[in-house]
């Protein structure tokens, strides 16, 4: 068994994850990889602009799954605790950590940004695709919350995007197998480990209100547990949570 799905490499595309809807749209399922060394139309969570520059990664894995939406979305966790694997075998261990949902931060800065977006198939199953950028080699300037690259805490260069991808993917797939075999608890035990903000006041920025409180854990599903000021429980399962500013 290959240690992680196939990888096609292409020079220049508008999204990783628009190729890969695209695809699954005319019925295809993967598993499979998809890369660019450029993105000219990158998206990240919530219709933000995702920006790939030359020499860092953008990778979307178009798979399918029989689980149902709620379950599939916790594949954002696996793919959250394999790009923190990517940042430590660069950089070393401690030197990545995990915001809810799945923003990976180095040395307190996000340096790794996850889309996964879903649809149906007329056989029942769901098509997914999961996005995963991250900057190798450059920063984006532009951004509401402080971002980093790779490159800025590394004396040689940065890997390349094909270097970096299969170190990923066989990450991915790791977390995956054991997700597909034991449910979400090794991968919300593995989260919580590598969590940052867990036991601190955050704010939480909803959709139609923000609310202010401690940040607890995970629930079973994935759900962050929120300790309002006022003594009472919230689960946030869609959202920005920031911690002090970040």
């Known amino acids: 068994m290959a240690a992680h799905p ?38 990240g969570r919530r219709g933000r602009a995702w920006s790939t ?40 261990p401690g030197a990545a950590r995990l915001k809810w949902p799945n923003d990976v931060l180095v040395h307190g800065k996000k340096a ?24 190798l080699a450059h ?29 990923l993917a066989a990450a991915f797939e790791r977390w995956r197998a054991a997700w597909a075999t034991q449910g979400f608890p090794p991968i919300a035990a593995g989260w919580s480990e590598r969590a940052t903000g867990l036991g601190q006041r955050c704010e939480a920025r909803l959709p139609n209100r923000t609310l202010s409180g401690v940040a607890e854990g995970l629930d079973p599903d994935g759900a962050l547990r929120l300790r309002l000021d006022d003594g009472g429980l919230e689960r946030i399962t869609a959202g920005d949570v920031f911690f002090g500013g970040v």
């Open 139 to 167: 920063a984006p300037q532009d951004v509401e919350r402080p971002a980093t690259a790779f490159a800025e805490y590394m004396t040689g260069p940065p890997p390349q995007p094909l270097d970096a991808l299969p170190v």
């Open 6 to 43: 196939p990888i096609e490499a292409y020079d220049e595309l508008d999204s990783t994850n628009a190729e890969a809807r695209r695809r699954a749209e005319a019925g295809e399922g993967g598993p499979v990889w998809i890369t660019a060394a450029l993105q000219t139309a990158g998206r």
């Open 53 to 92: 520059q030359r020499g860092n990664l953008a990778a979307t894995l178009l798979t399918l799954t029989d689980r149902p939406p709620a379950e599939a979305a916790q594949l954002s966790f696996v793919a959250a605790l394999a790009a923190c694997d990517l940042a430590e075998t660069c950089l070393g």
């Open 112 to 135: 790794v940004g996850i889309l996964v977006e879903s649809g149906s198939r007329a056989d029942g199953r769901l098509w997914l695709a999961v996005g995963i950028g991250v900057n």
